[in-house]
């Protein structure tokens, strides 16, 4: 209870007991008591949701922890994918694949991995590449339009999608895109 509320209180229960109105006071008793209750219930309230929050976010930090890992993890196995697939068409990586920026939009956006690829006649094009654990079909639509835009700012290249799980509607539309996929 507040320094200027307990005050109040205190007056109001002084005026009662000099009246002799006992059962005023009783019920303005009663009052303080269920208050000082409530404050007391509020404070450890607010502990508990402290305490509550501080779990979130460590749990929040671990989950970020764990899928950066994940990712991590992903990319790897989808670059080596990729490398066996463009070394079974005659492809030669020209440079390591990494990351790529590009603003689109107003926005920064990444595609996983970028470089140049030799084809058999000797020609040097990009590669754009992205790794999914699950291609579906909305990542198919994203990645197509990034790479839209990539494509007019380095030119034209070759569009690949690395995952663990493809959907048969992500497929369909890779194809319709000139996407390849790869399986990991």
Sequence with gaps: MSEAVRKKFDSIVHK??????????????????????????????????EGEVRLRER????????SDTLGAIVERDAREAILRWLS???LTLDDDLAPLRIVIGGKVRE???HGYVIDTAGVRKPIYAEAKARIRLEKVRQ?????????????????????????RDAL???QKRGVVVVRI
Excluded: H, P
């Design 16 to 49: 009662a007991v000099k009246r002799g109105d006992y059962g005023r006071y009783m019920i303005l008793r009663e009052v303080a008591e269920t208050s000082a209750n409530n404050v007391s219930a509020i404070a450890e309230l607010r502990q508990v949701l």
């Design 59 to 66: 749990l929040a930090r671990n989950v970020g922890g764990i």
């Design 88 to 90: 079974s068409k005659g």
């Design 111 to 113: 595609i996983d991995m």
């Design 143 to 167: 990645f197509a339009e990034i790479v839209e835009e990539a494509e007019r700012q380095l030119g034209k290249g070759l569009k690949i999608l690395a995952g663990y799980v493809v959907y």
């Design 172 to 174: 369909e539309e890779a």
